[in-house]
C-alpha cells in the first residue's frame, strides 16, 4: 500500500466544544502521523477558496459562514491508505449516519457543523495540502 498524505481540519464546532486533544488522540492512535499542523481563523476568502468545488450548492453560504466563525486546526496526517483511513476514522458527513466510534458520531452535530474535515482522494489532499501549507517542507 502506498504512503499518501492527507488534510484533516477540526472545525470551528469541534475547537468551541474543547474536542481538538480528543480529535488529535484519535488520529494518532489509529496509527496516522502528524506531519504538519496549523491553527487560524479562516478568512472569507480562504474558505471560500478551499470550498470552491461546492459553490453552486444550496448549503454554500451556511457552509463558508460556519468555517469562519471561529479558529480551526488544520493538519498534514501521514500513512500507509491515509486518505481512505482518516476518512474511515471520520466517519459518514452526516452523523446520523456515521458509524459507531467514529469522529463524527462522537462529536458531531450535524450535516453542517461535523467537527472535522478530510481529503477525499489522494489529488485532492496534494491541492489541499499544498493550499495550507504553501512551500512548506513537511
Ligand atoms: P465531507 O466533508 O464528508 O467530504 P462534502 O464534501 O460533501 O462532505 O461537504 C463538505 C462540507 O459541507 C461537509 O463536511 C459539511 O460541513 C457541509 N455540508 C455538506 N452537505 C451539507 C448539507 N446538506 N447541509 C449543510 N452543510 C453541508
Ligand atoms: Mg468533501
Avoid: W
Avoid at 66 to 79: I, W
Avoid at 110 to 136: L, Q
Amino acid at each position: 500500500m502506498a504512503i499518501e498524505r492527507t488534510l484533516s481540519i477540526v472545525k470551528p464546532d469541534a475547537v468551541e466544544n474543547h474536542r481538538i486533544g480528543a480529535i488529535l488522540a484519535m488520529i494518532e492512535e489509529a496509527g496516522l502521523k502528524i506531519r504538519g499542523m496549523r491553527m487560524l481563523h479562516l478568512t472569507r476568502p480562504q474558505a471560500e477558496g478551499f470550498y470552491a468545488v461546492h459553490k453552486e450548492r444550496p448549503f454554500f453560504g451556511e457552509l463558508v459562514e460556519f468555517m469562519t466563525r471561529g479558529p480551526v486546526v488544520v493538519s498534514v496526517l501521514e500513512g500507509d491508505d491515509a486518505v481512505k483511513r482518516y476518512r474511515d476514522l471520520m466517519g459518514a458527513t452526516n452523523p446520523a449516519e456515521a458509524a459507531e466510534g467514529t469522529i463524527r458520531k462522537r462529536y458531531a452535530k450535524d450535516i453542517g457543523e461535523n467537527a472535522v474535515h478530510g481529503s477525499d482522494s489522494a489529488d485532492n489532499a496534494k491541492i489541499e495540502v499544498a493550499y495550507f501549507f504553501p512551500g512548506y517542507e513537511l
